[in-house]
């Protein structure tokens, strides 16, 4: 016998070996142990993230619901304009909460005396003056009728009515009195104290009574502030790329100035609100809590990632692209430009994407420049103060009241709604336009 036959009978006989098969089991077992392990650890992730989002949409989507008085106004001469002007500045002077205070008495005609009195104003929020106010001085012939209104109740009220505020505790430990609790039984029954939907907590600004408080002016912020990145990040850090990928000489700058590049997409934002807070707000003086200085700020974070996204896509282009242009006379630049920046579009829109979805969702650098400002009005212009959902998120949820946390719900809702619908875009064009080589 050959010794290639002895040693092919061996490797047999070795592997028909009971000591080779005890080996290959527990080889096996490995495997599948590590198998559910993977399986476990998705699971469990899964778990968790179904928990996180459904406790956020449980505290949320009552934010969307509120709970309004609907009575009879009687539009008060006497309360409205005394003297029978109808200037604005006068109708803007009117007694309006005494219009709110007797159309809640003509539902609750045993509030007698100041604390009855105190005790129904409690309920209603101060928007309802507010409201009545802006319905006269828009249409000034209402003075003198009767005109049924829907006017917002208390956060207060509102938390009873949706059962955030339990009635079995004692009145000591609720901010809802006992005479209010029946007081509010009795309307609800009634019909005049009722839930209706609302998109109130998205279409108003800010403001210090978690009633009254919406996320518009975050929104428009985010917006105007994501623009200025937008406008930053994107042409530089291609550009940058394109240089690194296609120009520049691989010699020791380049090295260091890669190494560099690959270190700030590790740096924690915070550094860059330092880098803002110090360079654009007091060396350059630029407006604090502006939409111009959060963009700028946010645009020199997101570069590294745009640069690194873009790089990868631009090598990822393969060189026989680039030969064959260069081959019928195409100029270098014509050749990045005409075939390989479109070939790596998908990839550079994606990274773009990506990295202004990270930035979307930033808080820590905009402190530091005086976005966590409490703003009410709506910025029209980027130099405007100004806030962002994150920060609007992080200021809610800081106040102790319970119709905040309902309102910061909604707030992260409507950030994850955002980041969900950009990273679908990243996948879809990446899927779109990808092209296999």
Do not use: C
């Amino acid at each position: 016998m050959t010794d290639l036959a002895q040693e092919t009978v061996l490797r047999r006989s070795v592997y028909k070996s009971e000591a080779f098969e005890a080996q290959l089991r527990r080889r096996y077992r490995a495997e599948r142990r590590f198998q559910l392990a993977g399986i476990a650890s998705i699971a469990f992730a899964a778990v968790m993230l179904v928990v996180l989002l459904t406790t956020i949409v449980l505290n949320g989507y009552t934010a969307f619901w509120q709970s309004r008085f609907d009575v009879e106004v009687f539009f008060d001469p006497e309360a409205i304009t005394p003297s029978g002007s109808r200037e604005p500045a006068v109708l803007s002077a009117g007694d309006y909460p005494a219009l709110v205070r007797e159309a809640l008495l003509a539902e609750l005609p045993e509030a007698t005396g100041r604390d009855g009195r105190r005790a129904v104003m409690e309920m209603v929020s101060s928007a309802a003056a507010y409201r009545l106010r802006d319905m006269v001085l828009a249409h000034p012939e209402l003075i003198g009728t009767r005109l049924k209104v829907s006017l917002l109740a208390s956060d207060n009220t509102d938390q009873f009515v949706k059962g955030h505020i339990p009635r079995a505790v004692s009145e000591d430990k609720r901010k809802v009195s006992d005479r209010q609790v029946e007081w509010i039984d009795r309307l609800t029954a009634r019909g005049v104290l009722a839930s209706h939907f609302s998109l109130d907590v998205l279409t108003q600004s800010n403001s210090r009574q978690p009633e009254q408080a919406g996320m518009w002016g975050a929104v428009i912020g985010s917006v105007m502030t994501m623009l200025v990145t937008l406008g930053m990040a994107v042409p530089i850090g291609v550009a940058a790329a394109v240089y690194l990928e296609e120009f520049a000489p691989k010699n020791r700058w380049t090295d260091i100035i890669e190494v560099n590049i690959n270190n700030l997409a590790a740096v924690p934002s915070i550094v860059f609100g330092l880098l803002g807070l110090s360079m654009f707000l007091d060396f350059f003086g630029m407006p604090r809590s502006s939409a111009l200085v959060g963009g700028v700020v946010l645009a020199l974070m997101t570069l590294p990632t745009i640069i690194i996204a873009s790089r990868a896509a631009l090598k990822a282009v393969p060189p026989s692209i680039r030969e064959a242009a260069l081959g019928i006379g195409a100029s270098p630049l014509q050749v990045v430009i005409h075939h390989v920046l479109p070939l790596a579009a998908p990839g550079v829109l994606t990274g773009t994407i990506l990295g202004l979805a990270r930035a979307l969702g930033e808080t820590a650098p905009l402190l530091l420049i005086g976005m966590v400002a409490f703003i009410v009005d709506v910025p029209g212009s980027l130099s405007d103060p100004s806030t962002v959902l994150p920060v609007q998120i992080f200021m809610w949820a800081d106040s102790p009241e319970r119709g905040w946390i309902e309102r910061t719900s909604a707030a992260i809702m409507l950030l994850l709604a955002f980041l969900i619908v950009m990273n679908a875009v990243a996948v879809y064009l990446r899927k779109r336009f990808e092209r296999r080589w």
